[in-house]
């Protein structure tokens, strides 16, 4: 399996996942159940057999992470679907996924089976894959704010439990992370650029749990704070990567 063949299953599974998305409108709920895990079912087809030809987890560049990103995001939007019957998320978390399928097409990685030896971890693979899931979950959790604020519904309750899942997940990611760097270079935690970001965004969502508990909360500031927060995981994923900063001195930047 090469990458050169990924645009197939990308093509495939982005129309089995449409086809969910318009029976979720349609209130045709098994055919959206059907469908969408079907399309899941093939996506990670590919990453499996990436995983199998590299002889390592597809997880050392950008453009392998944003196959993990562009999994879960439909993953994540047929588990709020299934949770509370919002018609329109899986149409968001579909095009949301094409978005990061389509940068993956028009400017791809280069994905060898190198691997240099901090990453040969056995904490590497859990870090990043239970990182990517709370990305997920995020992304999917910044759309409902950016929705409740447009249309002036409230969804904070139902945002709430996803940002609780998010922040779960990530506050495990961080726990692989520690131990993957305790056991690569010595140490648990060292200020590095990425790891400072990574800190930065774990207490803006904790900014957002906990001035939800205010009484006197206003809704629409705690969106505003949610979709900041979503910023800032943008900047801890990928924007590191353009500081100068992380140039040469990150142990994060694997990609070059």
């Not at 945002?159 to 056991?183: H, N, R, S």
């Amino acid at each position: 399996m090469t990458w050169d063949e990924f645009i197939y299953f990308a093509i495939a599974a982005v129309l089995l996942w449409a086809v969910g998305a318009w029976a979720a409108w349609r209130e045709k709920r098994a055919m959206a159940y059907t469908s969408t895990i079907a399309g899941l079912m093939v996506f990670f087809g590919f990453i499996l057999m990436m995983w199998i030809s590299l002889e390592r987890p597809p997880l050392r560049t950008m453009g392998e992470t944003r196959l993990w990103y562009s999994f879960f995001l439909p993953l994540t939007g047929i588990i709020v679907y299934s949770r509370w019957k919002y018609k329109w998320i899986l149409s968001f978390s579909t095009v949301l996924a094409l978005v990061f399928i389509c940068v993956n097409l028009f400017k791809p990685e280069i994905h060898s089976k190198t691997l240099m030896p901090a990453l040969q971890s056995p904490w590497f693979a859990p870090h990043v894959i239970v990182y990517m899931f709370a990305y997920a979950v995020f992304g999917v959790a910044t759309l409902m704010a950016i929705f409740q604020l447009v249309k002036e519904k409230s969804l904070t309750s139902q945002l709430d439990d996803l940002v609780y899942v998010g922040l779960a997940f990530m506050t495990i990611g961080m726990l692989f992370g520690a131990l993957w760097a305790k056991e690569a270079w010595g140490h648990y935690w060292s200020w590095d650029p990425k790891e400072t970001w990574a800190a930065i965004t774990w207490f803006a969502y904790l900014v957002y749990v906990h001035y939800r508990q205010i009484p006197s909360h206003k809704p629409k500031l705690a969106m505003w704070v949610l979709i900041i927060s979503f910023v800032l995981l943008q900047m801890c994923w990928w924007g590191i990567n353009y500081l100068p900063a992380a140039q040469g001195a990150s142990v994060h930047v694997y990609s070059t």
